[in-house]
Protein backbone atom coordinates (compact mmCIF):
# COMPACT_ATOMS: atom_id res chain seq x y z
CA UNK A 1 0.00 0.00 0.00
CA UNK A 2 1.00 3.47 -0.97
CA UNK A 3 2.37 5.29 2.31
CA UNK A 4 0.14 8.48 1.91
CA UNK A 5 -3.01 5.64 1.70
CA UNK A 6 -2.27 4.54 5.47
CA UNK A 7 -3.72 7.72 6.72
CA UNK A 8 -6.66 7.03 5.13
CA UNK A 9 -7.13 3.17 5.50
CA UNK A 10 -6.86 3.95 9.04
CA UNK A 11 -9.41 6.59 9.08
CA UNK A 12 -11.38 4.67 7.54
CA UNK A 13 -11.28 1.72 9.91
CA UNK A 14 -11.63 4.03 12.93
CA UNK A 15 -14.67 5.37 11.39
CA UNK A 16 -16.07 1.73 10.68
CA UNK A 17 -15.26 0.60 14.26
CA UNK A 18 -16.96 3.56 15.54
CA UNK A 19 -20.23 3.94 13.52
CA UNK A 20 -20.47 -0.35 13.36
CA UNK A 21 -19.28 -2.18 16.62
CA UNK A 22 -19.20 0.94 19.45
CA UNK A 23 -21.80 2.82 18.99
CA UNK A 24 -23.76 -0.78 19.74
CA UNK A 25 -21.22 -1.98 22.53
CA UNK A 26 -23.64 -1.90 25.05
CA UNK A 27 -21.76 -1.43 28.51
CA UNK A 28 -23.13 -1.84 32.34
CA UNK A 29 -20.88 0.03 34.27
CA UNK A 30 -21.27 0.07 38.14
CA UNK A 31 -19.45 2.35 40.58
CA UNK A 32 -19.99 2.69 44.20
CA UNK A 33 -21.09 5.34 46.46
CA UNK A 34 -20.14 6.21 50.28
CA UNK A 35 -22.66 8.50 50.68
CA UNK A 36 -25.47 6.84 53.27
CA UNK A 37 -25.38 7.17 56.91
CA UNK A 38 -23.27 5.25 58.62
CA UNK A 39 -24.79 1.38 59.44
CA UNK A 40 -27.85 1.96 56.27
CA UNK A 41 -28.14 -0.84 54.36
CA UNK A 42 -26.79 -0.78 50.66
CA UNK A 43 -29.36 1.03 48.07
CA UNK A 44 -29.36 0.02 43.85
CA UNK A 45 -29.76 3.30 41.95
CA UNK A 46 -29.67 2.34 38.13
CA UNK A 47 -28.67 5.22 35.99
CA UNK A 48 -30.13 5.85 32.55
CA UNK A 49 -29.50 8.53 30.03
CA UNK A 50 -29.45 10.11 26.58
CA UNK A 51 -31.20 6.80 25.42
CA UNK A 52 -32.06 8.45 22.01
CA UNK A 53 -34.51 5.69 20.92
CA UNK A 54 -35.95 5.39 17.47
CA UNK A 55 -38.01 2.44 16.61
CA UNK A 56 -35.98 0.58 14.76
CA UNK A 57 -33.28 0.27 17.57
CA UNK A 58 -34.15 -3.42 18.37
CA UNK A 59 -30.94 -4.25 19.78
CA UNK A 60 -30.66 -1.41 22.20
CA UNK A 61 -33.87 -2.10 23.26
CA UNK A 62 -33.93 -5.55 23.70
CA UNK A 63 -30.09 -5.31 26.35
CA UNK A 64 -31.99 -2.10 28.23
CA UNK A 65 -35.10 -4.32 29.06
CA UNK A 66 -32.34 -7.05 30.31
CA UNK A 67 -31.53 -4.63 32.81
CA UNK A 68 -34.57 -5.10 34.85
CA UNK A 69 -32.50 -8.08 35.90
CA UNK A 70 -30.29 -6.44 37.98
CA UNK A 71 -33.15 -5.82 40.29
CA UNK A 72 -32.74 -1.94 41.30
CA UNK A 73 -33.91 -0.10 44.29
CA UNK A 74 -34.69 3.10 41.83
CA UNK A 75 -34.53 4.03 38.33
CA UNK A 76 -33.14 7.50 37.51
CA UNK A 77 -33.37 8.69 33.94
CA UNK A 78 -31.45 12.09 33.02
CA UNK A 79 -33.00 12.25 29.62
CA UNK A 80 -33.00 12.74 26.06
CA UNK A 81 -35.21 9.46 25.90
CA UNK A 82 -36.43 10.68 22.23
CA UNK A 83 -34.70 10.28 18.71
CA UNK A 84 -37.91 9.89 16.70
CA UNK A 85 -41.26 11.56 16.45
CA UNK A 86 -42.60 7.41 16.66
CA UNK A 87 -40.21 6.56 19.50
CA UNK A 88 -42.74 6.72 22.78
CA UNK A 89 -43.71 3.04 22.20
CA UNK A 90 -40.17 2.24 21.71
CA UNK A 91 -38.98 3.84 24.67
CA UNK A 92 -41.56 2.51 27.00
CA UNK A 93 -41.30 -1.36 25.53
CA UNK A 94 -37.26 -0.56 26.16
CA UNK A 95 -37.38 -0.25 29.99
CA UNK A 96 -40.40 -2.26 30.58
CA UNK A 97 -40.31 -3.28 33.81
CA UNK A 98 -38.00 -0.62 34.76
CA UNK A 99 -41.17 1.35 34.92
CA UNK A 100 -42.76 -0.73 37.45
CA UNK A 101 -39.62 0.30 39.87
CA UNK A 102 -39.41 3.44 42.26
CA UNK A 103 -38.25 6.00 39.71
CA UNK A 104 -37.43 9.91 38.85
CA UNK A 105 -36.67 11.63 35.28
CA UNK A 106 -36.16 14.60 34.17
CA UNK A 107 -36.17 15.69 30.36
CA UNK A 108 -33.49 17.18 27.74
CA UNK A 109 -33.26 19.30 24.50
CA UNK A 110 -33.74 15.67 22.39
CA UNK A 111 -37.31 15.16 24.34
CA UNK A 112 -38.41 18.16 23.36
CA UNK A 113 -36.87 18.37 19.30
CA UNK A 114 -36.47 15.98 16.85
CA UNK A 115 -32.61 15.62 15.64
CA UNK A 116 -31.72 17.78 12.88
CA UNK A 117 -28.02 17.73 10.76
CA UNK A 118 -25.25 19.58 12.32
CA UNK A 119 -22.37 20.70 11.23
CA UNK A 120 -20.11 17.87 13.61
CA UNK A 121 -17.17 20.96 13.56
CA UNK A 122 -19.02 23.02 15.82
CA UNK A 123 -19.54 20.31 18.25
CA UNK A 124 -16.14 19.82 18.18
CA UNK A 125 -15.20 23.53 19.03
CA UNK A 126 -17.89 23.45 22.15
CA UNK A 127 -20.78 24.78 20.24
CA UNK A 128 -24.22 23.34 20.42
CA UNK A 129 -25.49 23.92 17.15
CA UNK A 130 -29.03 24.40 18.52
CA UNK A 131 -31.97 26.50 17.42
CA UNK A 132 -34.30 26.46 20.30
CA UNK A 133 -36.43 28.96 19.15
CA UNK A 134 -38.48 26.19 16.48
CA UNK A 135 -41.24 24.11 17.89
CA UNK A 136 -41.23 21.56 20.11
CA UNK A 137 -42.26 18.78 17.45
CA UNK A 138 -41.29 15.58 19.96
CA UNK A 139 -44.45 13.90 21.67
CA UNK A 140 -42.43 14.72 25.25
CA UNK A 141 -45.90 15.26 27.09
CA UNK A 142 -46.94 11.60 25.80
CA UNK A 143 -43.82 10.20 27.11
CA UNK A 144 -44.24 12.18 30.88
CA UNK A 145 -47.76 10.98 30.39
CA UNK A 146 -46.67 7.49 30.26
CA UNK A 147 -43.76 7.98 32.54
CA UNK A 148 -45.99 9.30 35.31
CA UNK A 149 -48.81 6.57 34.70
CA UNK A 150 -46.50 3.98 35.74
CA UNK A 151 -45.55 5.37 38.91
CA UNK A 152 -42.19 7.45 38.03
CA UNK A 153 -41.67 10.95 39.34
CA UNK A 154 -41.32 14.02 37.20
CA UNK A 155 -38.91 16.45 38.66
CA UNK A 156 -39.11 19.06 36.28
CA UNK A 157 -38.22 22.08 38.28
CA UNK A 158 -39.67 20.19 41.31
CA UNK A 159 -38.75 19.33 44.50
CA UNK A 160 -40.32 16.17 45.13
CA UNK A 161 -39.95 12.98 47.79
CA UNK A 162 -39.51 8.89 47.79
CA UNK A 163 -39.48 6.14 49.86
CA UNK A 164 -37.63 3.37 48.90
CA UNK A 165 -36.85 0.40 50.69
CA UNK A 166 -37.88 1.82 53.67
CA UNK A 167 -35.46 5.28 53.71
CA UNK A 168 -36.47 8.53 52.69
CA UNK A 169 -35.14 10.18 49.69
CA UNK A 170 -35.51 13.72 48.75
CA UNK A 171 -35.54 15.25 45.26
CA UNK A 172 -34.60 18.80 43.33
CA UNK A 173 -34.58 18.35 39.66
CA UNK A 174 -34.50 21.00 36.46
CA UNK A 175 -35.49 21.02 33.24
CA UNK A 176 -32.84 21.37 30.60
CA UNK A 177 -29.99 23.84 31.54
CA UNK A 178 -28.40 23.55 28.32
CA UNK A 179 -31.96 25.48 26.72
CA UNK A 180 -31.55 27.15 29.89
CA UNK A 181 -34.97 26.36 30.69
CA UNK A 182 -33.64 25.59 34.55
CA UNK A 183 -35.59 27.11 37.69
CA UNK A 184 -33.28 27.21 40.25
CA UNK A 185 -34.21 28.35 44.00
CA UNK A 186 -32.78 28.73 47.26
CA UNK A 187 -34.36 25.31 49.07
CA UNK A 188 -32.01 23.55 50.97
CA UNK A 189 -31.67 19.65 51.15
CA UNK A 190 -34.38 18.30 53.29
CA UNK A 191 -32.24 17.47 56.84
CA UNK A 192 -34.63 14.76 57.53
CA UNK A 193 -34.32 12.84 54.37
CA UNK A 194 -32.06 9.75 54.53
CA UNK A 195 -30.42 11.23 51.46
CA UNK A 196 -31.27 14.06 49.21
CA UNK A 197 -30.34 14.21 45.26
CA UNK A 198 -30.28 16.74 42.86
CA UNK A 199 -30.99 15.52 39.11
CA UNK A 200 -30.47 17.03 35.56
CA UNK A 201 -29.92 15.96 32.17
CA UNK A 202 -26.82 18.71 31.05
CA UNK A 203 -24.18 19.11 34.28
CA UNK A 204 -23.94 23.13 34.26
CA UNK A 205 -21.75 24.44 36.24
CA UNK A 206 -24.37 26.88 37.76
CA UNK A 207 -26.18 24.43 38.43
CA UNK A 208 -24.01 22.00 40.14
CA UNK A 209 -22.88 25.03 42.16
CA UNK A 210 -26.28 25.74 43.79
CA UNK A 211 -27.21 22.39 44.60
CA UNK A 212 -23.70 21.48 46.41
CA UNK A 213 -24.18 24.90 48.34
CA UNK A 214 -27.72 23.65 49.69
CA UNK A 215 -26.39 20.63 50.85
CA UNK A 216 -27.07 18.26 48.30
CA UNK A 217 -24.71 14.82 48.89
CA UNK A 218 -25.36 13.53 45.45
CA UNK A 219 -25.88 15.06 42.03
CA UNK A 220 -26.77 12.46 38.71
CA UNK A 221 -26.97 13.97 35.24
CA UNK A 222 -26.21 12.92 31.52
CA UNK A 223 -25.83 15.20 28.58
CA UNK A 224 -22.09 14.79 27.51
CA UNK A 225 -21.97 11.46 26.17
CA UNK A 226 -18.66 11.02 27.90
CA UNK A 227 -17.41 13.32 24.76
CA UNK A 228 -18.73 10.80 22.58
CA UNK A 229 -15.54 10.73 21.11
CA UNK A 230 -12.58 10.46 23.04
CA UNK A 231 -8.64 9.99 22.50
CA UNK A 232 -6.81 7.49 24.49
CA UNK A 233 -5.25 8.82 27.01
CA UNK A 234 -6.48 12.10 26.60
CA UNK A 235 -10.09 11.55 27.57
CA UNK A 236 -13.01 13.47 25.64
CA UNK A 237 -12.73 16.28 23.45
CA UNK A 238 -15.96 18.12 24.33
CA UNK A 239 -18.09 17.88 27.29
CA UNK A 240 -20.72 19.90 25.00
CA UNK A 241 -21.48 22.36 28.44
CA UNK A 242 -18.65 24.07 30.70
CA UNK A 243 -18.18 20.99 32.49
CA UNK A 244 -14.72 20.07 32.64
CA UNK A 245 -13.53 17.50 29.84
CA UNK A 246 -12.39 15.57 33.21
CA UNK A 247 -15.37 15.28 34.33
CA UNK A 248 -17.31 14.13 30.88
CA UNK A 249 -18.24 10.87 32.30
CA UNK A 250 -18.54 8.74 35.43
CA UNK A 251 -18.03 9.36 39.44
CA UNK A 252 -16.28 12.39 40.62
CA UNK A 253 -16.93 15.02 43.50
CA UNK A 254 -17.70 18.90 42.91
CA UNK A 255 -17.19 21.24 45.57
CA UNK A 256 -17.55 25.35 46.09
CA UNK A 257 -14.84 26.16 48.41
CA UNK A 258 -16.49 26.45 52.19
CA UNK A 259 -18.42 23.27 51.57
CA UNK A 260 -18.84 19.59 52.06
CA UNK A 261 -17.92 17.92 48.74
CA UNK A 262 -21.08 16.53 46.33
CA UNK A 263 -20.53 13.44 44.86
CA UNK A 264 -21.06 13.82 41.14
CA UNK A 265 -21.95 11.01 39.04
CA UNK A 266 -22.39 11.50 35.04
CA UNK A 267 -23.52 8.97 32.13
CA UNK A 268 -21.85 8.74 28.97
CA UNK A 269 -25.29 7.76 28.17
CA UNK A 270 -26.70 5.50 25.43
CA UNK A 271 -27.33 6.87 22.78
CA UNK A 272 -26.45 9.15 19.74
CA UNK A 273 -28.46 11.37 16.85
CA UNK A 274 -29.59 9.56 14.24
CA UNK A 275 -27.01 12.07 12.01
CA UNK A 276 -23.80 11.37 13.87
CA UNK A 277 -23.78 7.46 14.89
CA UNK A 278 -20.29 7.11 16.09
CA UNK A 279 -18.60 6.32 19.45
CA UNK A 280 -15.05 6.09 19.88
CA UNK A 281 -13.65 5.04 23.17
CA UNK A 282 -16.88 5.87 24.93
CA UNK A 283 -19.08 2.58 24.69
CA UNK A 284 -22.78 3.65 24.92
CA UNK A 285 -23.77 2.52 28.77
CA UNK A 286 -26.08 2.17 31.76
CA UNK A 287 -24.35 2.61 35.24
CA UNK A 288 -25.52 0.29 38.79
CA UNK A 289 -25.13 2.90 41.35
CA UNK A 290 -24.51 1.24 44.70
CA UNK A 291 -25.01 3.47 47.73
CA UNK A 292 -23.09 2.53 50.86
CA UNK A 293 -22.76 3.96 54.18
CA UNK A 294 -20.19 6.40 54.49
CA UNK A 295 -17.41 4.85 55.94
CA UNK A 296 -17.65 2.28 53.42
CA UNK A 297 -15.00 2.62 50.54
CA UNK A 298 -15.62 3.73 46.99
CA UNK A 299 -14.77 2.16 44.50
CA UNK A 300 -15.22 2.29 40.02
CA UNK A 301 -15.28 -0.19 37.69
Wanted: proline residues 8%.
Amino acid sequence: MRPLLWPIAAAAAGLAYASIYEVRAFTLRRVTVPVLAPGSLPLKVLHLSDTHMTPGQLKKQQWLRSLAELEPDLVINTGDNLAHLDAVPSVLAAYGDLLDLPGAFVFGSNDYFSPVPKNPVNYLRGGTGGNWQRTRDLPFEELRHAFEQRGWTDLTNRHASLVVNDRRLAFVGVDDPHLNFDVLDEVPADPAADLAIGVAHAPYLRVLDRWNTLGYPLIMAGHTHGGQLRVPLYGALVTNCDLDRARARGLHTHQVEGHEPSWLHVSAGLGTSPYTPVRFACRPEATLLTLTEIDSPGSLS
